[in-house]
């Protein structure tokens, strides 16, 4: 009965969401056309095709123009610091949860004080920390300079240009720490949300406490847990933006440089806004499939 009822009302609710979209759409119309007539502003999208991709005579091909080679950057940012977010940010929801003293005292020194930190003064203390000290006591340019040319193209695809790997990393390092410290909570979160039977049922067949977590515990949790974990990287995507105070040439420090350049700051600005919305909103469309389908997979089982 509630089903029929559900599809019985769907009409109606189609029209209501299309009204409002109409509305929008109209308002969002309205301001644009109000802001062209108010503000003595030449728009000129023409200079906008050669910050994506521009014909070079030296060569004879095609290379990647400055906005173009900032979106590069961004998505090899948000996928290398994701994945180390998301290792980093397991191990310390785990400690979180520890039946040990000394590791739930780690975990959470980790996390409370990151999460209660700008982010922009760890980016900074990083920074100095990361790039001014420890890669340079690591050798790291001079292990770059020697790097075999048959490896430096695949770990320009991987990294980037070798010249900007050092600040790479430190933006990698960086984004992991400060992201993982959320990700830890979401992970301490979703082991605590199995019930305690399943720990209990775990010790009764015999299983120690770490095999009941990775073989009982986490495997549930895991399903809790992918919802938030998924937009916690959309977040990533956005936040890292915030390297560009410390010149890393993702898609917002190429912005900001072309802007200075050219002063076409509502062009370049409206690109990055359009990139930006590209690369997450199929990430947060992901999110919303993947709450459906366990929510459905949960109440079929």
Same mark, same amino acid.
């Not at 949860?97 to 040990?100: A, N």
């Not at 515990?217 to 990287?233: D, H, K, N």
């Given at each position: 009965m509630a089903?029929?009822?559900?599809?019985?009302?769907?009409?109606?609710?189609?029209?209501?969401?299309?009204?409002?979209?109409?509305?929008?759409?109209?308002?969002?119309?309205?301001?644009?056309?109000?802001?062209q007539a108010a503000l003595p502003y030449a728009w000129d999208w023409s200079v906008i095709p050669q910050f994506l991709a521009y014909f070079d005579p030296a060569s004879g091909g095609w290379r990647a123009g400055r906005i173009l080679a900032g979106l590069l950057t961004t998505i090899r940012l948000s996928l290398w610091a994701g994945g180390l977010a998301l290792a980093l940010g397991t191990a310390a929801g785990l400690m979180r949860?520890?039946?040990?003293l000394f590791w739930r005292l780690t975990g959470g020194a980790y996390v409370l004080c990151v999460r209660n930190t700008p982010p922009l003064v760890l980016i900074f203390l990083f920074s100095y920390f990361l790039g001014g000290q420890l890669i340079q006591a690591l050798g790291l340019d001079a292990a770059l300079a020697h790097l075999p040319e048959g490896l430096r193209a695949p770990a320009e695809v991987l990294f980037g240009p070798l010249r900007q790997m050092p600040g790479f990393l430190v933006g990698v390092i960086t984004l992991a720490l400060i992201e993982g410290a959320y990700m830890a909570e979401i992970v301490r979160a979703g082991v605590q949300s199995?019930?305690?039977?399943?720990?209990?049922?775990?010790?009764?067949?015999?299983?120690?406490?770490?095999?009941?977590?990775?073989?009982?515990?986490?495997?549930?949790?895991?399903?809790?847990?992918? #919802?938030? %974990? +998924?937009? @916690?990287?959309?977040?990533?995507?956005?936040?890292?933006?915030?390297?560009?105070?410390?010149?890393? #040439?993702? %898609? +917002?420090? @190429?912005?900001q440089e072309l802007v200075s350049a050219t002063y076409r700051s509502f062009e370049v600005w409206t690109l990055v806004l359009?990139?930006?919305?590209?690369?997450?909103?199929?990430?947060?469309?992901?999110?919303?499939?993947l709450e459906g389908r366990l929510a459905r997979s949960d109440r079929s089982g």
């Open positions: 089903r029929w009822a559900a599809k019985a009302y769907r009409p109606q609710a189609l029209a209501l969401d299309l009204a409002v979209l109409l509305l929008a759409g109209g308002g969002a119309a309205w301001l644009v056309l109000r802001a949860v520890s039946g040990r199995v019930e305690q039977g399943q720990w209990d049922a775990a010790f009764a067949l015999g299983l120690p406490r770490w095999r009941a977590l990775g073989h009982v515990i986490l495997p549930q949790a895991l399903r809790r847990m992918l #919802p938030a %974990l +998924t937009g @916690q990287f959309v977040s990533l995507v956005k936040d890292s933006a915030i390297v560009s105070v410390i010149s890393i #040439p993702e %898609l +917002t420090f @190429q912005a359009v990139l930006y919305l590209a690369l997450n909103l199929p990430c947060s469309l992901a999110t919303r499939w």
